[in-house]
């Protein structure tokens, strides 16, 4: 699939064609399917078509000045609060009210819009499942145009699936999580949708469907009267908050809903964004149901922020954890910032995967699953997330035993102490020593997330955890950093410089230690070699590319010619 960029579908001559019925100015680039018209129907098009238009300039100037901003922080300036919104930080607002049916999240699940993934995590006993079109997704028209019929299924109720290795049907039960959806940041494109000649906004794109195909069925049967709820990433500024806020708006108006229905939780996971925690809430404050910490891409984006500040290298990202000051200050302030404005602040995920053939190690992962957890809750967050249904009893466990029968913590723990936090607590230097160990881990995570990713899968299993396109980036942004300035590796007695012949090494023996680790049939069919290339070459760039996945992009459009089709 990686190489067959932009590949042309032609269906045979003896095959009656069939085309996507699409809007004036919409063309539907990608493989035709039967089941993806049912989606791709005249009006919804339109209805995406509508927010492109109308929104499309806002998001390219949004995506300027955050180009601006890198280029600030390239030249020496910090981050920070802004000061011509200190009126929005100090003003006694505060958001809508939470809807009921989403007042208890204390245990969310995440995963990718996948059919068996979907009726597993609604079946899972967390609170809220989710699914997400994001960073546990390769965006491949497969994968996206299947999750949205897989929504469309789990909204109506009717979602079943076959499993054929098992012999087992699965469906979903009585009670069922509340689902939130993830669309896509606002910087990737959707290459399969043209509109007006030009690639669809792929976030624009996850949200109008979905929301075209299932407000009216989600607001009778889950969201009692309100919904649907989305979680909203990558945003670095609250101009992107207002754009979302605008499009909630239309698409209530063409809904013929009430303003503020939609509800959405947005992840703050880019560091510009912790100083404007109050400003995206403002902005957001009739649609908000609170922010979450993305700890993962947080730190993805510490490195990206400070990329040409040699004095702000991070240690080893095993050390890298939420006890650090700078990690721990975001925590504190946001659970400040959502009490103080009446809205959920839910906590981080736990990434471990349960391990089954070893219950010694199983039992110690879980202790370190009930640490964090207990850290979270005694902070003040409301909720957490788990990235397994495995992980769900541990966590739910430890916040209902520190909640009460509380549904959250928003009136009971206002953290009034955090209030003082300053953009020196924010920026602080995280402590830590750097090892070759971790320069191989880095590359090693690296390469298989990328090679998963390119084959279609964006939520990967690697060493009993589940990692997503965050976790690739870290590793990436931090070989590329030690890279650039030549560091030490202090942490392990070896006094090792990093430059491009020892990465080279690196990259050479945890390729084969990846061959030999799983084995060589699957390492032959995977594009384990094609991860590497574009992994290596990332990291040796002269600048630093913005995100991996939208580099890596290209690898995984696949173009068809108008009208053709496999049958």
Known sequence: MGHATYENYYAPSDMKTFGYDAPEGVEIRGRYDGEF????????????????????????????????????????????????????????????????VVADRKVEITGPVERKMIINALNSGAKVFMADFEDALSPSWENLMRGQVNLKDAVDGTITFQDNARNRVYKLNDQ?????????????????????GLPATGCLVDFGLYFYHNYSAFRRTQGAGFGPFFYLPKMEHPREAKIWNCVFEKAEKMAGIERGSIRATVLIETLPAVFQMNEILYELRNHSVGLNCGRWDYIFSYVKTFQAHPDRLLPDRVLVGMTQHFMKSY???????????GVHAMGGMAAQIPIRDDPEANNLALELVRKDKLREVRAGHDGTWAAHPGLIPTCMEVFSNNMGNAPNQIQSMKREDASTITEEDLLQRPRGSRSLEGLRLNTRVGIQ???????????????????????????????????????????DGLGLKVNTDLFGKVVEEEIARIEREVGKEKFKKGMYKEACKIFARQCTAPALDDFLTLNAYNNIVIHHPKGSARL
């Open 37 to 100: 018209a049912k989606i791709l129907t005249k009006d919804a098009l339109q209805f995406v078509a509508d927010l492109q238009r109308e929104f499309r300039n806002r998001i390219k100037y949004a995506m300027e000045c955050r180009k601006e901003a890198q280029t600030r922080y390239n030249e020496g300036a910090l981050p920070g609060f802004d000061p011509a919104t200190r009126y929005v930080r100090e003003g006694d607002w505060t958001c809508a009210p939470v809807p009921p």
């Open 176 to 196: 069922i999580a509340k689902l939130f959806v993830r669309p896509r940041g606002w910087h990737l494109p959707e290459a399969h949708i043209l509109i007006d």
């Open 331 to 341: 925590s504190d302030l946001l659970i400040w910032t959502c009490h103080r404005r």
């Open 449 to 491: 997330y990328l090679a998963a990713w390119l084959t279609g899968t964006g939520s990967v299993p690697l060493y009993n955890l589940m990692e997503d396109a965050a976790t690739a980036e870290i590793s990436r942004v931090q070989n590329w950093q030690w890279l650039k300035y030549g560091v030490e590796l202090d942490g």
